[in-house]
């Protein structure tokens, strides 16, 4: 409780490695091509790693305990004692932490949804009333342990008791878990004498729930959670770190306890409220006040200007970043084919870093010590300004005039009657979200195009001849629409930023999606546009092997949005327009061509929504405006589907209605149909595909398990609106567990459609 304060930090880092070397070794340890020593011998490796790289940089306090193999929330409720009953069969820890993250071939895995509104995707615990907290502090102690040894100023980073239960889910007709928030406290209490036992200084608790309105009682909560653990004893000191939005009445109740010090986003939230909470003076404030998600460089002299309006309504200041920096990529090292001005406007991991400690070194010993740092700063921020392909005003008055011309498509029953005159489908009729298997042969491909190894006509031979084999697959199958399956694409977002105006694509930009998954958001720096089509000629080319519908795949503004880092200079809702123009006049032309079915997907609807109610209505209004000006070019013959997964729906169902698409294949699975219910409540009357099997996990679901699944999607649904689908795409999965888990859908599907005649 003496410790002292700090003055250059991040609240977390990333831990899937600098080249994914996480990624591989995990999932050679799934495949059985790693041995468990390997597998922790790469993670000590990345653990000791960024540690070292963390000191040098400069911080004179850094993050431990934030490596995990899979998720930290799966590591919070393995560390309380809280993981599923029918994991505790499975004898080998690692191999149970697996198998609640994956799944097995007999047990099912936790559900996973979106970490408040990023990218990141974590495992919400299950808690039951059979749920007994009980201490398991090993991977904490050990990790803690480890670093003290290698000479490292560490700070364990813990997910807080409010947020853990907050974004748990009760189970089994338990209560709200956060009403077991005193069964937790205690154990918290040791978890502090623990750590303190271990040498730890000081312990960060996580508690970005306390940004939401996820909770009326949050800040009540926040003040008697705290106040127990800052009166335990003997402990290390605390901090309390808040992060995506300003915490609001949370701030002065956190002021209130006994915590050593408070994070607070000055990227998302307001510096006037750090003013107004004069308990902040006998406090140190951990200021996030580099972005921490997103990979624009700090405009330095601004955030100078900031922290220096804090200094005299805190007892100490420390600079950090707004969030864990596993939201961005490593470092800008690799990216060498970037052009000098778009480099200059960037800052990844390794270089916010850089930009924390300088601003750390300013307060400290003046503006002077880092004049150099500063005059680069200014220059980035002019040559980012003035720059030409920020603006296209043929762009932005097209989205005028389509604007005052409405975006609205014929009635939906209407639409659905001339869809159908036109389709002939069954009931109950079945297919799959989009990609197939990226398969080692497609990969190399790619690669071989990319290194100049192969010529354009060779790489389009060989995905068309990969697109010929997922057609021939469906039809052995029996599904009712088709898809083309994807190869030629890298990820569904960068394939289309690397087709359009106002994007850039990075080499090595991984960031952890969830689990071994990483993603390489493209980077959205200017005005979009569409210069050419960009899928019309591979899936023209599938529909012409097949007398089944094809359908055309396209990803949604809002998601292509959320998935890139995207422009911080003009309000979201401009750029969602002008991504939607370029889907827009992509689904045209693929009308034109003679695809009758179009799937705009948006699985990240829910992802972009403001933590804030009172900010929602505003965000939902563009986003459902972006995607019918995307989907609105094409006639009420032409059938749109969209595509929704992995989120908590509930909060956005009226905006998943008042898309007015003609079918929405939504997840259901892991969260067993929970979203029909919700979606009949709003109203919704058009076509819905709920999941009826979730690809994250290996496990091949059976008929019967299917045919269970279509037979409660029927209580919610009448079989003329229903369709049949996965969870999501199969990009992820092997070639024979997708094989064999569609056979079964196909089986299930006529089973159950046999039932309903």
């Given at each position: 409780?003496?410790?002292?304060?700090?003055?250059?930090?991040i609240?977390g880092s990333?831990?899937?490695g600098?080249?994914?070397?996480?990624k591989?070794?995990?999932e050679?340890?799934w495949?059985?091509?790693?041995?468990r020593?390997?597998?922790?011998?790469?993670a000590?490796?990345?653990?000791r790693d960024?540690?070292?790289?963390?000191?040098?940089?400069?911080?004179?306090?850094?993050?431990?305990?934030?490596f995990?193999?899979?998720?930290?929330?799966?590591?919070t409720?393995?560390?309380?004692?809280?993981?599923?009953?029918?994991v505790?069969?499975?004898?080998?820890?690692?191999?149970r932490?697996?198998?609640?993250?994956?799944?097995?071939?007999d047990?099912?895995p936790?559900?996973?949804?979106?970490w408040?509104?990023?990218?990141?995707h974590?495992?919400?615990?299950e808690?039951?009333?059979?749920?007994r907290?009980?201490?398991?502090?090993?991977?904490?102690?050990?990790?803690l342990?480890?670093?003290?040894?290698?000479?490292?100023?560490a700070?364990?980073?813990?997910i807080?008791?409010?947020?853990?239960l907050?974004?748990?889910?009760?189970v089994d007709?338990?209560?709200a878990p956060?009403?077991?928030?005193?069964?937790?406290i205690?154990?918290?209490?040791?978890?502090l004498?623990?750590?303190?036992?271990?040498?730890?200084?000081?312990?960060?608790?996580?508690?970005?729930?306390?940004v939401?309105?996820?909770?009326?009682?949050?800040?009540?909560?926040a003040?008697?959670?705290y106040s127990?653990?800052?009166?335990?004893p003997?402990?290390?000191?605390?901090h309390?770190?808040?992060y995506?939005?300003?915490?609001?009445?949370?701030?002065p109740a956190?002021?209130r306890?006994p915590?050593?010090?408070?994070?607070?986003?000055?990227v998302a939230?307001?510096?006037?409220?750090?003013?107004?909470v004069?308990?902040?003076?006998?406090?140190?404030?951990?200021?996030?006040?580099v972005?921490?998600?997103?990979?624009?460089?700090?405009?330095?002299?601004a955030?100078l200007s900031?922290?220096?309006?804090?200094?005299?309504?805190?007892?100490s200041?420390?600079?950090?970043?707004?969030?864990?920096?596993?939201h961005v990529?490593?470092?800008?090292?690799?990216?060498?084919e970037?052009d000098?001005?778009?480099?200059?406007?960037?800052?990844?991991?390794a270089?916010?870093v850089?930009?924390?400690?300088t601003?750390?070194?300013?307060?400290?010993?003046?503006?002077?010590?880092?004049?150099?740092?500063?005059?680069a700063s200014?220059?980035?921020?002019?040559?980012?300004?003035?720059?030409p392909?920020?603006?296209?005003?043929?762009v932005?008055a097209?989205?005028?005039?389509i604007?005052?011309?409405?975006?609205?498509?014929?009635?939906?029953a209407?639409?659905?009657?001339?869809?159908?005159?036109r389709?002939h489908?069954p009931p109950?009729?079945?297919?799959?979200?989009?990609?197939?298997?990226?398969?080692?042969?497609i990969?190399k491909?790619r690669?071989?195009?990319?290194?100049?190894?192969?010529?354009?006509?060779?790489?389009?031979?060989?995905?068309?001849?990969?697109?010929?084999?997922?057609?021939?697959l469906q039809?052995?199958?029996?599904?009712d629409?088709?898809?083309?399956?994807?190869?030629?694409?890298?990820?569904?977002?960068?394939?289309?930023?690397e087709?359009?105006?106002?994007?850039?694509a990075?080499?090595?930009g991984?960031v952890q999606?969830y689990?071994?998954?990483?993603?390489?958001?493209?980077?959205?720096y200017?005005?979009?546009?569409?210069?050419?089509?960009?899928?019309?000629?591979?899936?023209?080319?599938a529909?012409?092997?097949t007398?089944?519908?094809?359908?055309?795949m396209?990803?949604?503004?809002?998601?292509i949005?959320?998935?890139?880092?995207?422009?911080?200079?003009q309000p979201?809702?401009?750029?969602?327009?002008?991504?939607?123009?370029?889907?827009?006049?992509?689904?045209?032309d693929?009308?034109?061509?003679?695809?009758?079915i179009?799937?705009?997907?948006?699985p990240?609807?829910?992802?972009?929504?403001?933590?804030?109610?009172?900010?929602?209505?505003d965000?939902l209004?563009?986003?459902?405006?972006?995607?019918r000006?995307?989907?609105?070019?094409?006639?009420?013959?032409?059938?749109?589907?969209?595509?929704?997964?992995?989120s908590?729906f509930?909060?956005?169902?009226?905006?998943i209605?008042?898309?007015?698409?003609?079918?929405?294949?939504?997840?259901?699975?892991?969260?067993h149909m929970?979203?029909?219910?919700?979606l009949?409540?709003?109203?919704?009357?058009n076509s819905v595909?709920?999941?009826?099997y979730?690809?994250?996990?290996?496990r091949?679901?059976?008929?019967?398990?299917?045919?269970?699944?279509?037979?409660?999607?029927?209580?919610?649904?009448?079989?003329?609106?229903?369709?049949?689908?996965?969870?999501c795409?199969?990009?992820?999965?092997?070639?024979?567990?997708v094989?064999?888990s569609l056979?079964n859908?196909?089986a299930?599907?006529?089973?159950?459609?046999?039932?309903?005649?």
């Amino acid at each position: 409780m003496t410790a002292q304060p700090f003055t250059a930090t991040i609240t977390g880092s990333p831990r899937i490695g600098p080249r994914r070397e996480l990624k591989r070794a995990t999932e050679g340890y799934w495949a059985g091509r790693t041995s468990r020593s390997e597998l922790e011998s790469v993670a000590a490796s990345l653990r000791r790693d960024a540690w070292s790289s963390l000191v040098a940089a400069g911080l004179d306090s850094v993050p431990v305990n934030t490596f995990s193999y899979y998720d930290l929330m799966l590591d919070t409720a393995v560390m309380l004692g809280a993981l599923p009953p029918r994991v505790h069969d499975v004898p080998d820890e690692l191999d149970r932490y697996f198998a609640a993250a994956r799944g097995t071939e007999d047990i099912a895995p936790l559900e996973m949804t979106k970490w408040f509104d990023t990218n990141y995707h974590y495992l919400v615990p299950e808690i039951s009333p059979a749920t007994r907290f009980t201490l398991n502090p090993a991977k904490v102690v050990a990790e803690l342990k480890e670093a003290l040894q290698q000479g490292i100023p560490a700070r364990p980073v813990i997910i807080g008791p409010i947020t853990f239960l907050l974004l748990s889910k009760a189970v089994d007709g338990a209560g709200a878990p956060i009403d077991r928030i005193d069964e937790l406290i205690p154990v918290y209490c040791e978890l502090l004498s623990l750590l303190a036992d271990a040498g730890a200084a000081w312990v960060q608790f996580d508690e970005p729930v306390l940004v939401t309105d996820i909770s009326a009682d949050a800040p009540v909560l926040a003040q008697r959670v705290y106040s127990a653990l800052g009166s335990v004893p003997a402990r290390p000191a605390i901090h309390v770190a808040t992060y995506f939005g300003d915490p609001g009445e949370a701030l002065p109740a956190l002021a209130r306890t006994p915590v050593e010090a408070i994070g607070v986003d000055l990227v998302a939230g307001a510096t006037a409220a750090v003013a107004a909470v004069p308990e902040l003076a006998g406090k140190t404030l951990v200021a996030g006040i580099v972005d921490g998600r997103n990979v624009w460089r700090t405009d330095l002299e601004a955030a100078l200007s900031r922290l220096a309006t804090l200094l005299g309504s805190v007892g100490s200041l420390a600079v950090s970043t707004s969030c864990s920096t596993l939201h961005v990529p490593y470092t800008l090292a690799f990216e060498t084919e970037l052009d000098d001005n778009l480099r200059s406007w960037l800052a990844f991991g390794a270089e916010k870093v850089r930009e924390v400690v300088t601003l750390a070194r300013a307060l400290r010993d003046g503006r002077e010590a880092v004049a150099a740092e500063i005059a680069a700063s200014n220059a980035a921020v002019a040559s980012r300004r003035s720059d030409p392909r920020l603006r296209n005003e043929q762009v932005r008055a097209r989205i005028d005039a389509i604007l005052a011309a409405g975006i609205q498509r014929g009635p939906s029953a209407q639409r659905r009657a001339t869809q159908n005159a036109r389709l002939h489908l069954p009931p109950l009729p079945t297919t799959t979200i989009g990609s197939y298997p990226q398969t080692p042969e497609i990969r190399k491909t790619r690669a071989a195009f990319r290194a100049g190894e192969i010529d354009e006509a060779e790489y389009v031979r060989r995905m068309k001849a990969e697109i010929a084999a997922v057609i021939a697959l469906q039809e052995r199958l029996g599904l009712d629409v088709l898809v083309h399956g994807e190869p030629e694409r890298n990820d569904m977002v960068q394939y289309f930023a690397e087709q359009l105006d106002g994007f850039v694509a990075t080499q090595n930009g991984w960031v952890q999606s969830y689990g071994s998954r990483c993603v390489r958001p493209p980077i959205l720096y200017g005005d979009v546009a569409r210069p050419h089509p960009m899928t019309v000629e591979w899936i023209t080319y599938a529909q012409s092997l097949t007398d089944k519908p094809v359908k055309g795949m396209l990803t949604g503004p809002v998601t292509i949005l959320a998935w890139s880092f995207v422009r911080d200079d003009q309000p979201l809702a401009d750029t969602a327009y002008q991504i939607a123009l370029a889907i827009r006049d992509e689904t045209i032309d693929l009308q034109s061509a003679g695809i009758g079915i179009i799937q705009v997907d948006e699985p990240a609807l829910r992802e972009l929504l403001p933590l804030r109610r009172a900010a929602q209505d505003d965000y939902l209004r563009w986003a459902v405006g972006a995607f019918r000006l995307a989907t609105s070019g094409v006639s009420d013959s032409t059938q749109i589907h969209t595509h929704l997964c992995y989120s908590e729906f509930g909060e956005v169902i009226g905006a998943i209605a008042d898309l007015d698409a003609d079918v929405t294949s939504i997840e259901a699975a892991r969260s067993h149909m929970e979203v029909l219910d919700d979606l009949n409540a709003a109203g919704f009357a058009n076509s819905v595909g709920p999941g009826v099997y979730d690809i994250h996990s290996p496990r091949v679901p059976s008929t019967e398990e299917i045919a269970a699944s279509l037979r409660a999607a029927l209580q919610a649904v009448p079989p003329q609106r229903l369709w049949v689908n996965p969870d999501c795409g199969l990009k992820t999965r092997t070639a024979e567990e997708v094989t064999a888990s569609l056979r079964n859908m196909v089986a299930a599907a006529a089973k159950v459609r046999s039932e309903a005649a």
